[in-house]
């Protein structure tokens, strides 16, 4: 699912960190510029938990 800039998953408890690293990987090296893309990656068990603040 794609709100506005963010991206939400669902995955079980035992695949968070192997999908954190997929979507880091994919999406830090999607394309070659000259600043890097960075993803700040958050997980929680609902979108308020989620989210940085």
Known sequence: LQVHDELVFEAPPEEVSRLQALVR????????????????????????????H
């Open 25 to 52: 990987n994919e999406m830090e090296n999607a394309a070659t510029l000259s600043v890097p893309l960075v993803v700040d990656i958050g997980v929680g068990t609902n979108w308020v938990d989620t989210k940085a």
